[in-house]
């Protein structure tokens, strides 16, 4: 594959991914349907480990960079994993390893983002 396509797929992937991820997110947590079960497993992962303020936050920005997170994350292991010719077993083995240090490496780069814009419940 030539780079311009493989590009044209992440972005194509990006927006697509972007896009339901908001969408389903501004349906659950946005239009009034809080409730204690339905938070998102990003926003709490953030809150815990970080120690955030949730009163601190602007959620709503939150939110949509999360949803842009997710969608990066999505469509670089999908492209990555585009380019490798092997079989669906290894490519399956390889994407849940990458998924993982790839969401917890940028979930930790944007808790440690939040933490130096004060958002941390002691300040440090």
């Known amino acids: 594959m030539k780079y ?3 590009l044209i797929i992440f972005i194509i992937l990006f927006i ?5 991820d908001y969408l389903l997110i501004k349906k659950t947590y946005l ?10 497993v990003e926003l ?15 959620i709503k920005r939150v939110l949509i960079t999360i949803s842009l997170i997710n ?13 490798f010719k092997m079989n669906y077993i290894l490519k ?3 994407a849940f390893i990458m998924l993982l240090l790839v969401i917890y490496s940028i979930y930790e780069i944007y808790g440690n983002y939040l933490i130096k814009k004060g958002c941390s419940k ?3």
């Open 4 to 6: 311009i396509n493989i």
């Open 31 to 40: 239009k009034g349907k809080k409730k204690k079960n339905n938070e998102l």
């Open 71 to 83: 969608a990066f994350i999505m469509s670089m292991v999908s492209v990555i994993l585009l380019l």
């Open 44 to 58: 709490s992962y953030l809150l815990i480990k970080f120690n955030l303020d949730k009163n601190k936050l602007n």
């Open 16 to 20: 697509i991914i972007f896009l339901f």
């Open 92 to 94: 399956l083995l390889v």
């Open 122 to 124: 002691w300040w440090i």
